[in-house]
């Protein structure tokens, strides 16, 4: 599967590959559409815990994401059941001083989309 993320002038890719961990590119293109730069992202979803009597929260997720052997470690990823029904990941987040509730991390699309679909397979699994 291929994610496409365009960033302004830049053109973002990110193939997945794996279960519970897949490699990420990312490539940047100069104005005339030529590659200049690639980056090596890597993710592994560390840890999945099922929560229970925590209202719209299913579960939370540990996950590392290596940029160029940079390791970052993401906690408190949230798996949140949606009115419908669904179940939506969502970035841990903090209260600004304004008080409102901001993600904690934010990532491209493609990354993004790619972590969740992971930590949720995890939720699924465990549902059996």
């Keep these: ?4 993320v365009t960033e302004g002038n830049r053109r973002v890719a ?4 794996g279960r519970c961990g897949a490699e990420r590119e990312r490539t940047v293109a100069d104005d005339q559409g030529e590659p200049t730069e690639s980056i090596s992202v890597t993710y592994q979803v560390d840890h999945v ?15 590392t ?19 419908t029904g669904l179940l939506a990941v969502e970035a841990p987040r903090f209260r600004s001083p304004a008080g409102e509730w901001l993600p904690a991390v ?19 699994d465990r549902r059996g």
Excluded at 106 to 118: F, M, Y
């Design 1 to 4: 599967m291929c994610y496409i």
């Design 14 to 17: 990110a193939q997945a590959s």
């Design 49 to 63: 815990e099922t929560v229970k009597n925590a209202g719209r929260l299913v579960a939370l997720a540990i996950v």
């Design 65 to 83: 994401i290596t940029v160029e052997g940079v390791e970052f470690r993401i906690q408190g990823v949230r798996v949140m059941r949606q009115p």
């Design 106 to 124: 934010t990532l491209p699309d493609a990354l993004k989309g790619a972590i969740a679909d992971e930590i949720l397979a995890v939720v699924e």
